[in-house]
């Protein structure tokens, strides 16, 4: 396994931009594909961004496309997640996870998760 500790959560407006970062330790982190999935209230969590393990590939949930970007830096161990137009339907808990399987969306597949960091966007 993988351990996984987000960062970079807070309080913005419509409009704005953030980042968050995921620093990992434990297996070796340059071989696992890497996600971001929310999780609003009363609501299941959610695929946002996926990364392969070496980087070149990426995959988006619709609604985040063309506005958020997953990056990974194999070197420091670290996957980001660059937010911008943020809307308050964007407001949730983000929690990065690690899997051994191939770039996916499937929460199932991923098997190391983060303890989560809360982006609220006020309107």
């Known amino acids: 396994q993988v351990q996984l500790v987000e960062s970079g959560g807070g309080l913005v407006q419509a409009g704005d931009s953030l980042r968050l970062s995921c620093a990992a330790s434990?297996?070796?982190?340059?071989?696992?594909?890497m996600g971001w999935f929310r999780q609003a209230p009363g609501e299941e969590r959610e695929f946002v961004a996926g990364i392969s393990s070496g980087g070149s590939r990426t995959y988006y949930a619709d609604s985040v496309k063309g506005r958020f970007t997953i990056s990974r830096d194999n070197a420091k161990n670290t996957v980001s997640l660059q937010m911008s137009s943020l809307t308050p339907e964007d407001t949730a808990v983000y929690y990065c996870?690690?899997?051994?399987?191939?770039?996916?969306?499937?929460?199932?597949?991923?098997?190391?998760w983060g303890q989560g960091t809360q982006v609220t966007v006020s309107s």
């Open positions: 434990g297996r070796t982190f340059s071989t696992v594909t």
């Open positions: 996870a690690a899997s051994s399987k191939w770039l996916t969306g499937l929460r199932e597949l991923y098997d190391s």
